[in-house]
C-alpha cells in the first residue's frame, strides 16, 4: 500500500509542473522559421518525469543546459545593444548555431524514439555555422533525414540499441550517449548545415 502512495506521489510531483502550462503560439519564433513557434524556455521549470527513460533524461539534462546558456546569452547580448555594446562575433555565431540547433526539434511528422534520441544527440554535438541567412525548413528537414541515415545504415549496432532506448538502464544510456556522439561527431562536415563553406 506504502508502495502505491509512493508511486502515486511520485506521478503528481511529475505531472504537476505541467499541468498549469500554457503554451502559446510565439509569432518571432514562427518568423524566425521555427516551428512548432513554441517557446521551450518558457518550460524551463520542473523535475524530469519519473517515467522518461534514463537516455531522454540525459539528453534532457543537456539540453535544459544549453538552452539556459543560450536564453542567458541572448538577454546579456539584448541589454548590451540597449546600452549601445559591441557584440562580439563569437556571440553572434553562436546564437546563429542555437537558432540552427532549436530548429531540430520541428518535425513534420512522427519520428521513432530512435529518430528523436540522434536528432536531439545532433543538435547538442553539432555547431551551426553562421551564414548571411536562416537555414529554411527543407534544408533543415534534408539535414534531419541525413544525420538519422547515417547512424541508422552506417552504424547498424547503435540503431539497434537507439531501437530499444526506452528500456535502457542509466549505464547503458550513458555509454549509447557517448558512443552516439562520437559518431555523431565523426561525420561533423558531412552535412551541409554543419560545413562552413
Do not use: C
Request: proline residues 5%; hydrophobic residues 40%; aromatic residues 6%.
Amino acid at each position: 500500500d506504502d508502495e502505491l502512495h509512493s508511486t502515486s506521489k511520485q506521478l503528481w510531483r511529475t505531472i504537476e509542473p505541467s499541468v498549469d502550462i500554457s503554451l502559446n503560439f510565439d509569432l518571432k519564433l514562427a518568423s524566425e522559421g521555427i516551428m512548432p513557434a513554441v517557446d521551450i524556455e518558457k518550460l524551463l521549470v520542473g523535475p524530469a518525469p519519473v517515467y522518461q527513460a534514463p537516455f531522454f533524461k540525459l539528453l534532457r539534462t543537456e539540453l535544459l543546459r544549453a538552452l539556459t546558456v543560450n536564453r542567458d546569452r541572448r538577454e546579456r547580448l539584448e541589454i548590451g545593444g540597449q546600452l549601445g555594446l559591441h557584440k562580439e562575433p563569437q556571440d553572434l555565431e553562436d546564437m546563429g548555431s542555437a537558432r540552427v540547433a532549436r530548429m531540430l526539434f520541428a518535425q513534420r511528422g512522427s519520428r521513432s524514439s530512435a529518430e528523436n534520441a540522434i536528432l536531439l544527440t545532433a543538435s547538442l554535438v553539432y555547431h551551426f555555422p553562421l551564414n548571411e541567412r536562416t537555414p529554411s525548413r527543407t534544408a533543415v528537414s534534408g539535414f534531419q533525414e541525413a544525420v538519422v541515415t547515417v547512424v541508422r545504415e552506417g552504424y547498424p549496432d547503435i540503431w539497434g540499441v537507439l531501437e530499444r532506448v526506452e528500456t535502457l538502464n542509466e549505464t547503458e544510456a550513458q555509454a549509447l550517449l557517448q558512443h552516439l556522439g562520437k559518431v555523431l561527431i565523426s561525420h561533423r562536415f558531412d552535412f551541409q548545415l554543419t560545413s562552413s563553406e
